[in-house]
């Protein structure tokens, strides 16, 4: 297995345009409200606290860039489905 030795935090945005211009791999964590996306990130870099998590649903609501080993790019994205936010948020 191999350890991951370079994670870095790049961008937090919800606009594309802002999105890092990259030519390497990019890694999407998607999926439900409070089901663990940035805690697995965290876990495959074997960082604690690279990537925010929290207990509440609905924290992360804009979509993290993080550089890994000058190779890749993660991306952890908002979660959908117990999140309480505005209708005005959840449209953005």
Known sequence: ???ILEAIYLIS??????????TLPEVAF?????VGK????????SRKNLARISSTPGKTQQINFFGIEQKW???DL????????SKEKRNE
């Open 1 to 3: 297995m191999m350890k």
């Open 13 to 22: 945005t919800t606009s594309e345009a802002q999105f890092p211009i990259s």
């Open 30 to 34: 998607i999926g439900r409200s409070n």
């Open 38 to 45: 940035s805690s697995l990130l965290n876990s495959i870099v």
């Open 73 to 75: 790019v993660f991306a």
């Open 78 to 85: 908002p979660g959908f489905g117990y999140a309480i936010i």
